[in-house]
Every structure is written in C-alpha cells, then in structure tokens.
C-alpha cells in the first residue's frame, strides 16, 4: 500500500488524472471504477478539464460504479446512476452504455447483482478503481461487519453513514434510504489497481484504521492491506493520525520518476 500525503485534494486529483490519463493512453478501452460522493469530485473535476482541452478521451472505455441506494424512483437526483452522470460521464464522452451500476429498483435485486458481477468479469475486471472512504471505515457500502469475501449484494446502511448522507438529501436523514446495492469487499480486491481518496479530519481515524489498524471486518477498507496495488491519496487533514506519516512522506520525496502511481 502507498500512501501519498497531498496539500490539498486539488494536488491529488492531479496525480490520479495523470495516473487515469497514462492507462487511456496505453488502454483506450480500459475499465474503470468509480466512486460517488464527494471524495472523488476533484478527481472528476480535473478528468473532465483535461478532456475539454483534448488531452484524454473515455469514447472506448467503459465503467462501473460501485453502489446504488435502493428505492429512490429513476429521475431522483441522488439515484447515483444519476449522480455519476451529473459529475463525471456525461461531462466526458463515454460512449452510450458504457457506464453501468447496480440496478436498485430491480424487481429482483439478487439477480441483478449477480448480473452485475457478471458484466464486470465480462468487460475483463476493473483496471483502475477509484475510491472513497466512509468516516466508519466502509469502501462501496460494505459497512463495518461485511464479509470480508464479499460480492455484490444488498446490505442496509450504518445510521451514521445515512447521518453522512444526509447532507445530499436536504439535511433530512429520514430521506437516505436505509438499504443499498453495493460491490462486494471481494468485488473491489479484484480491481488491478485501487486508488482512494480522502480529505479532511473527519476521514482521519478511518484512514489510520485502513493503512495502520488490524485487517478487520470492523474497518473494512482494511482488507486493502491485502491489494497488491494500492495507492491511498490523502491530504493533511486526513493524514493526521497516521503514526508512519513522516516515513510515508520521505517514501514519495524518493520515488524514481517512472514508478507512477
Ligand atoms: C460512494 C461510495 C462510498 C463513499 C463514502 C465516502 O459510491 O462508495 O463508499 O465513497 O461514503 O463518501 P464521501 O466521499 O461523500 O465522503
């Protein structure tokens, strides 16, 4: 696992551009993963900036999302089919049907996460997944508790991730759906390479939790302990309670050039 220790998530939205930008380079058709909330923003943000300026074009790649809240009608704004759309890929230009994720309001939602594993084995797996963290530890919304072998599945939300939530939702936490369709622990250690992002000191302790604490189902991004390529984008504040962040600071200072990400 590498951690990098960024100013702001402005500097590490920059480094996984790059990182996104030299796998389209090589791999036009690649596949990615990607997260919803606001983690990730800044990351689309300079995806979407960069593609107005021609430098990276998504027209042969493909995506998957992580999750999806079950129950919110279609035209919902916070459905995250629509959210991802908003934010990032109807921004770019991925082609028509390039980008799935869960299907919330199926009538059968076991077989439409089957389904959904399958589209992913199909497209080959996740080349690059992008990720965020909840201030509980969950990655996707594979809450503290999740099977660590994990599929996609449905699980029932944290009340303090719905609390988290809330904000997307009018501050009104009776609105944030208690139930989810999410990528499993197991779906997300299948992706070749794992990058999360995290700002601020509300991700501290889940951020030490996932590079420093006890693999546990307790704190289930740690099961990234066990990726062997990780890459965790963190700024100051996020960073705060990592007892190796000096050691992790001279570790990036020294990295050769052409490593990457
Ligand atoms: C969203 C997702 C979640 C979020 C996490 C952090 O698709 O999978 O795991 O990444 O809840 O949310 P933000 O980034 O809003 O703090």
Redesign the pocket.
Known sequence: MEVVIQPDAEAGARLVADEIEQLLQARPDAVLG????????AVYAELIRRHQAGRVSFARARAF???EYVGLPPEHPER?RNVIERDFTGQVDFAPGAVQGPDGSAADLPATCAAYEAAIAAAGGVDLQI?????DG?????EPGSSLASRTRIKTLTEQ?RR??AR?FGGDVDAVPHHCL?QGLATIMSARHVVL??SGT??AEAVHQLVEGAVSALWPATILQHHPHVTVLVDEDAASRLRLADYFRQVYAAKPAWQGL
Do not use: C, E, M, R
């Open positions: 990607l997260a919803t909330g606001s983690s990730p923003l999302t992580l999750d995250y990720l965020g963290i909840g201030t969950h990655i996707a919304f594979n991730t988290d939530n997307f999410t992002v995290a509300g991700k």
